[in-house]
């Protein structure tokens, strides 16, 4: 009886685990989040918070004002951390008080650290190079001689471009680091125009994009590419649809070896976006700017209840058959593009300001937005993607800021190299709320494997999807600590995020309150970045 007994019991296990075998077959794995490490500094009430700038497979750099001074001038502190968050090199700057961060740019070359010298109604700037290796960094005096309002800086070969307002009407100067010459682009200074993009391509050229904000009916999207001294090498004009405003732009940098803009629409006199729009750089030939409405797409709405989503969609068709414009319309924000082999993917988040925010960041160091523009057609004015790094201050612990942003939503719409909309789909975020406006989720694309990521408060909340075949899945997992017995009493909700920093690796930064009863001081407030791998 005891042999049948084990002999039934065996045969049982077996045909248990060849079911759960037969069962599990088809059903892809779930992702996982690693965290191996994690980079941890304690943060006094007074200090300011940091700025994380990635420098990809190089590791990171953190910046911030102290409130410490030496002979007579304001110390900053940079660190730079490698990509296993340990400590490499640590620097003190020494920073004339009067003066003010207005932007920054990170480099494989170096660093650059862009301040305000004079008042808000004369701009001359001092840019600071720190490069790998050297002692000592370089500070260059920059005088454009002429009201200049910056809104954009980027870095091409030995130049840099600042693009702004003078006197309403936008312009662009090169600033040559081994001359110290300044040279202003021609083609600009253009009345009723809008600088919405600044960007510079990896071969060393930039682009710009202008784009009429008068009340003809003519109006123009202008893209312009530049050389690194300022001569132009594309110029394509392309018409906008008299009832369509086009709102915010971002173009592709040549990794591949087109070029595309993609951004925002919306109605003539609306803040809301209505859609994504999309154009192919060919300034050969006459192209239509391609308009998708956020109806058309598949997931773009699935931050609503299921029901109102649909009756959108349904509308959108009505309204694509009488030619009509949708009605439905909410605040979107795009911030990056990723191309790869078969095109564009556009990072998107849709978000929802209260009565006392504004769409723009707080406290510019300049007296008016930092995002200025002249026209009020535009939500959003010319607003910083990842690249420009704009600088915005940062607050200490004991600082509350009253404005917030909740944000609801971060989608991924993916573009053909013609700019037609193949696919797309979001996650959504929770009600993320938010210090300002500023990017909350960041995404991976590794072979046919879509990662988003986003923090909430100490929990940091994945979804994945598997393009080909359309399956998907989420999970949950703590931001973890560094010591045995570690509690983590609080998560400053409004500061820190998640960024994609390489490969399948992303960073999570923060503020935390930590209670360890097997500590000297059992409490204490912490800065943390953590390293996350996804698989």
């Given amino acids: 009886m005891k042999v049948k007994s084990e002999f039934l019991r065996l045969v049982t296990t077996i045909v248990i685990s060849q079911l759960i075998v037969f069962c599990t077959v088809g059903i892809p794995a779930t992702a996982q989040l690693l965290q191996p490490t994690r980079f941890e500094k304690e943060q006094k009430n007074s200090e300011d918070y940091y700025n994380v700038i990635s420098l990809k ?52 070359d170096g660093i650059y650290l862009l301040f305000r010298t004079g008042e808000t109604t004369k701009n001359d700037f001092e840019l600071i190079e720190i490069t790998p290796g050297s002692e000592e960094p370089k500070r260059y005096s920059i005088k454009p001689e002429l009201d200049f309002k910056l809104t954009h800086f980027i870095k091409v070969n030995n130049s840099f471009a600042f693009g702004g307002y003078v006197n309403n009407e936008p312009g662009i100067f090169l600033y040559d680091l081994t001359t110290s010459n300044i040279k202003i682009v021609p083609g600009f200074f253009q009345k009723d125009t809008e600088l919405v993009e600044l960007r510079a391509n990896i071969n060393q050229t930039f682009n710009v994009i202008m784009v009429d904000r008068s009340s003809r009916s003519d109006r123009k999207l202008i893209f312009r590419a530049f050389d690194s001294q300022g001569e132009m090498l594309l110029d394509d004009i392309v018409p906008v649809e008299d009832n369509r405003n086009l709102q915010t732009a971002i173009t592709s940098t040549l990794e591949r070896e087109d070029l595309i803009v993609l951004g925002t629409w919306g109605d003539r006199n609306s803040k809301q976006s209505i859609g994504f729009y999309s154009m192919r750089v060919d300034p050969y030939s006459d192209q239509k700017i391609k308009y998708t409405d956020f109806g058309q797409l598949n997931h773009a709405l699935d931050y609503l209840n299921p029901k109102r989503a649909a009756r959108i969609k349904a509308d959108s068709k009505e309204y694509a058959k009488n030619g009509r414009t949708p009605g439905f319309g909410n605040y979107t924000m795009p911030y990056r593009i990723l191309e790869h082999k078969s095109g564009y993917l556009l990072l998107a988040e849709v978000y929802t300001p209260t009565s006392s925010s504004s769409t723009y960041a707080p406290n510019s160091p300049y007296g008016y937005s930092p995002f200025y523009t002249p026209y009020g057609l535009s939500p959003y004015g010319s607003y910083y993607y990842p690249g420009y790094r704009m600088y915005r201050p940062m607050y200490g612990n004991n600082v509350k800021n009253a404005d917030e942003i909740k944000t609801d939503e971060a989608m991924l719409v993916s573009f053909d190299a013609n700019g037609k909309v193949l696919w797309d789909h979001s996650i959504k975020l929770d009600e993320l709320k938010m210090a300002s406006l500023e990017q909350a989720a960041d995404f991976s694309l590794i072979d046919s494997k879509i990662h988003f990521l986003y923090k909430k408060e100490s929990e940091l909340r994945a979804k994945w999807i598997d393009i080909d075949d359309d399956s998907e899945g989420e999970l949950t997992e703590k931001i973890i600590s560094m010591k045995p017995g570690d509690l983590i009493r609080s998560d400053h909700e409004n500061e820190g995020g998640v960024r994609h920093w390489y490969n399948n690796v992303f960073y999570v930064w923060g503020y935390q309150t930590i209670k360890n009863n097997s500590e000297e001081d059992r409490t204490r407030d912490v800065f943390y970045i953590n390293k996350v791998v996804v698989h």
């Fill in 57 to 108: 497979e190089k590791g990171l750099v953190l910046f911030r004002e102290r409130d410490k001074y030496k002979n007579s001038n304001r110390l900053w502190e940079l660190v730079k951390l490698d990509t296993a968050l340990q400590e490499q090199k640590k620097l003190e700057l020494e920073i004339k008080d009067r003066y003010k961060m207005v932007g920054y740019e990170a480099l494989p």
